[in-house]
């Protein structure tokens, strides 16, 4: 009998214990990575589970102080915060309000919880009564009327004391006005987290439970990306960072990951991805059905993000997350 040549390289060696897996891991997924986003609502002890998202609810701001407690408490980056008001209007007037729920937030948070790393979610479609991303105006968004807003929305939110704001509604010239607006009321200090490629997904649903943000008319493909544009997406990041974006978002994550790692090789800036709504969604369907071992591939999804090229992770697995790769040795993809 033949026998075959011997394989002279062996990567398996690589391979042969957790010890070494280890030692040889080229993608770390680490709590600090993971951004937290948190849904608040006006009232007292309020929490509202949102049925197409277990383990998320929209919660007032004393139940919201524990889950930033924990945030903090388990080393991750910050909290993002996304308002749902008491009442809404036209103009999405709640988000400019120095009394709006989330200044509110922002003011309870820094003050309970002053290490921790605060963002606020610049956009009016949780605000507007129609659900759009701006000022309406024949039917469809006002692009420059909504500027204005968005920096007075973030000047608000400034003086609360927020640390970050994140402008999301992708509107042309955001990133400007809000720089602007910032510069001129004295906080020049506050960087800006551009949500600059964000697409017109379907992956969006449940979000839009959990902020009642479901637009009552039409659709957002008018501002969101079509998702079949890739230069488009690399054209709107170098806009953003012309306008003076500190740091870039491609959202959704898991269908775009091509784009995340386009955008880590042509930009050298610091990226963020936004495991969004659907796709956690689909992760926690499928576990609870036992179809998949929910941790394990949470924690592979989490590592794709990092390994196609981001730094940071905005999604709802962030505090069960960091619990596993709390524990000891724990190896983030088994």
Not at 14 to 32: D, G, H
Not at 310 to 332: G, M, Q, V
Request: contains cysteine; charged residues 25%.
């Amino acid at each position: 009998m033949i026998q075959p040549p011997r394989p002279r390289r062996r990567p398996r060696r690589l391979r042969s214990n957790p010890a070494i897996r280890r030692m040889v891991r080229e993608t770390q997924v680490r709590p600090e990575d993971l951004i937290l986003p948190l849904f608040v609502v006006p009232g007292e002890g309020v929490h509202h589970p949102v049925p197409s998202m277990p383990g998320v609810a929209q919660c007032s701001i004393d139940l919201t102080l524990p889950l930033a407690r924990r945030a903090l408490e388990l080393g991750l980056g910050g909290v993002i915060l996304f308002g749902i008001p008491a009442a809404k209007d036209p103009l999405g007037s709640d988000a400019c309000d120095d009394q709006g729920i989330v200044q509110r937030a922002i003011r309870a948070l820094k003050t309970a919880l002053p290490e921790l790393y605060v963002i606020s979610d610049l956009c009016f479609c949780e605000y507007t009564d129609h659900g759009h991303c701006g000022v309406i105006a024949g039917g469809d968004v006002d692009n420059d009327a909504t500027l204005e807003r968005l920096g007075l929305s973030a000047l608000s939110h400034a003086r609360a004391g927020v640390d970050m704001v994140a402008p999301s509604g992708m509107m042309d010239g955001m990133v400007a006005a809000i720089r602007g607006a910032l510069d001129r009321g004295g906080h020049p200090g506050i960087p800006i987290l551009s949500y600059a490629a964000k697409f017109a997904s379907a992956y969006y649903g449940p979000f839009r439970d959990a902020a009642q943000s479901a637009p009552r008319f039409g659709d957002r493909r008018t501002y969101q990306m079509d998702p079949a544009n890739r230069r488009e997406a690399l054209r709107e990041v170098a806009i953003d960072l012309e306008e003076g974006a500190d740091l870039v978002m491609v959202k959704p994550g898991l269908a775009y990951l091509d784009l995340v790692r386009e955008v880590r090789d042509r930009f050298d800036v610091p990226l963020a991805v936004y495991n969004v709504s659907g796709e956690y969604a689909m992760l926690k369907a499928a576990a609870e059905r036992g179809w998949i071992d929910g941790e394990r591939v949470m924690l592979e999804t989490l590592t794709a993000f990092k390994r196609a090229g981001a730094d940071l992770i905005l999604t709802y697995h962030a505090l069960e997350a960091a619990e596993l790769l709390a524990r000891a040795d724990r190896s983030p993809v088994p």
